[in-house]
């Protein structure tokens, strides 16, 4: 018996997980769909989403106000108000606001600065892989894809190492908020976790105003922008600059994380094609793009509906928030052959929109993929018989609606002969 959208609860953990069915329904019988008791509507089309992407008018990234929750509790409340307050800066600005803010960022994320990071993450990857290498077996979240893109993201923005615990914990408070799914508990732990983060990076921030070292924080303070409100010339205040390190911190690393995660275990399920990356190690570039597009790390993001409009028939009230799910749009077999499989010769698997699409497209995507590339060179070169220790490793995913990550992976593997 077929199915329909209404047979699908989204928000429940196990549709979450393995939503694949669902997207296949909503594509083929309501690719813009009402989510029953929300003001939500999914869209799930790879021509509709990069559409919607381009109409700035329409659809504006100002959601700010849902990352608290509906109505917090009045312990998150109190909490927060201990905080510098959220302003709209890149993932939450509109245009002509969010160009003041991602010029900004362009400027100390540029090309050039990733480029010349090749052999610094080169070398980090290497210390990851030696730390595991003799074992034959390894926790690849924790040892590896965790490790790696925090390193890189916190010495550019100058977090001491002996830090990093606290970096990463802060970064995950930001990505459950992200997910509208935190437990009361969490959403507390969340809020002191956040009110820290902020308090460490105020003192961080001042201290580079005085003493600038080689990183991004330093570059930061000195950078003036033109006042998207009264055109006057000035440095960040605290509070942009609170919000442009959080979406730096939380794109440095929770997606990448996730995307090399996710690829590990794709090449694992698949050894003919990990065995052709290591005799073609060529074709890593495109396999990258092709795990980015099964993956899809970034699942969704959300627009709020500034006026009524209308969408392949279906009225989109004022007010209204719209799901863009980059991950359905990824498997849309109007554009991709066989889009549940992977498949590292795809000669359109750059077509993809984990980065999104448009004047929000992520100012990380050259980082993650430098750091991707880098990542499945030293493994796939290094690394033999790569297989999937199942007892250890738990194969479910976060439940969060915007990113996507596996809970664990465990490998076994042989030391390669170079």
Known sequence: MSKCPADFNFFDENVLNCPY??????????????????????????????????????????????????????????????????????ITADPPRHKTYRTLVNKVFNAKRVD????????????????????????????????????????????????????????????????????????????????????????????????????????????TIEDPDNGEVRLLNMEELQSVLQQLMVAGNETTTSAITGGMLSLIQNPEQMKDLQLHPEKIPNAVEEILRMESPSAGMWRVVKKDSEIHGVPIPKDSLLMLRYHAANRDRQLFDHPNAIDIDRSNADDHIAFGQGIHFCPGAMLARKEMNVAFTALLSRLDNIQLVEEKSDLTYWPNIVLRGLKALHISFDKRSI
């Open 116 to 223: 010349a990071m090749e052999d610094y993450m080169t070398a980090i990857v290497h210390e990851l892989i030696d730390n595991f290498i003799e074992r034959g077996e390894c926790d690849f979240i924790h040892e590896f894809t965790t490790p790696l893109p925090v390193y890189v993201i916190a010495d550019q923005l100058g977090v001491p190492r002996e830090d990093l615990k606290e970096f990463k914990r802060w970064s995950d408070s930001f990505a459950r908020r992200l997910s509208q799914m935190a437990t009361p508990e969490e959403q507390v732990e969340d809020a002191h976790n956040i009110v820290a983060f902020q308090m460490y990076f105020a003192n961080m921030c001042e201290q580079r105003r005085n003493e600038p070292a080689d990183d991004m924080i330093s570059d930061l303070v000195v950078t």
């Open 21 to 90: 069915d669902f997207y296949q329904v909503l594509q083929e019988q309501a690719p813009v769909y009402h989510l029953p008791g929300t003001n939500i509507y999914m869209v799930s089309r790879h021509a509709d989403i990069k559409q919607l992407l381009k109409d700035t008018q329409t659809y504006s990234n100002n959601f700010n106000h849902l990352l608290k929750g509906p109505e917090p509790a009045p312990e998150v409340t109190a909490i927060y108000a201990k905080a510098w307050q959220p302003v709209d800066t890149m």
